[in-house]
């Protein structure tokens, strides 16, 4: 019987825990928790996560302020935002709404944030602590699918795990965070060979590489864990928007053989925006 990793139930139970945390905070004269998030343009996509984050953030009590700048924004300006924001102590949490317009330099703006305040877990001296095995702010995705892991009591310790996708957001801090749990842990990527070898003998699978239905089903090794990060729109006309949202992962299939499986939407997505207040409150609890 294959059981449904339900990030959606789950997600709604974790902002219940966050803001009762925050609740008895500014129940107790503390101030709340406060999240700043930095857009630059008019990005579609970006607006849609950022109204999604700042909601999560008013249902838990927790500061949320937007900084909207212009598409023209320079380096030196957009620098300069988010020093102002490293000393304000109103907030703890500072979210650089990517991608950014192409001529900015993304990683010189990254750098720039606190690494105390830095709840997405790209600073370099965060990327560094984590594959030092340090505690420190983790990026949210990975850091969802751990604590999704944890809670549907699946072991981790001695068994193998496959990471399909080498990215800095996803890929690369999910394999430090298995490594560190003591899985043995293979990372993956599209030109790795044979992959559907690597996947019948992976325990745990977790795929983000951005391909629709990449992973077929019947390369599931039976009784596995499959964790799907990936989310992607396929035409189909059939649907009643003329799409549909799928993973990485052909999902019928590999149900029928996994033991654990998340679905998608509904699976990976909602933990990610719950370990981004998670990391919020975090910041205020350590570093405030």
């Excluded at 999240?35 to 630059?40: D, E, T």
């Excluded at 991608?99 to 997405?120: N, R, Y």
């Excluded at 009591?153 to 999910?174: D, F, H, Q």
Aim: neutral net charge.
């Amino acid at each position: 019987m294959t059981t449904i990793l339900d990030g959606k139930q789950l997600s709604q139970q974790i902002r219940t825990e966050i803001a009762a945390s925050v609740k008895a905070m500014t129940a107790a004269g503390q101030t709340p928790p406060g999240l700043a998030v930095v857009i630059v343009g008019d990005n579609k996509a970006s607006r849609v996560y950022v109204n999604s984050k700042k909601k999560a953030c008013e249902e838990a009590g927790i500061l949320s302020r937007e900084i909207k700048l212009l598409e023209q924004t320079t380096q030196n300006e957009l620098l300069a935002e988010i020093n102002r924001l490293n000393k304000d102590p109103q907030i703890h949490g500072i979210l650089l709404q990517l991608p950014l317009p192409a001529h900015l330099d993304e990683f010189a703006a990254l750098q720039t944030i606190d690494p105390h305040k830095d709840v997405d877990g790209f600073h370099p001296v965060n990327v560094g602590y984590l594959n030092l095995g340090v505690d420190t702010f983790v990026p949210c995705t990975p850091l969802g699918v751990m604590e999704m892991l944890k809670r549907y009591n699946i072991l981790i310790e001695g068994k193998t795990a496959l990471v399909i996708g080498r990215s800095n957001i996803v890929g690369k801090p999910m394999a430090a965070l298995l490594t560190k749990a003591n899985a043995t842990v293979t990372l993956a990527h599209s030109r790795t060979r044979d992959l559907p070898a690597l996947i019948g003998n992976a325990d745990i699978l977790v795929a983000g590489l951005g391909k629709p239905e990449f992973v077929k089903g019947e390369w599931v090794k039976p009784g596995s864990v499959v964790i799907d990060v990936g989310i992607n729109s396929v035409d189909d006309p059939a649907a009643a928007k003329g799409f549909r949202l799928v993973g990485d992962v052909e999902y019928e299939p590999a149900a029928q053989r996994a033991g654990y499986i998340t679905p998608v939407p509904g699976g990976v997505g909602p933990m990610t925006i719950a370990m981004l207040l998670s990391n919020t409150l975090k910041a205020k609890q350590k570093f405030a």
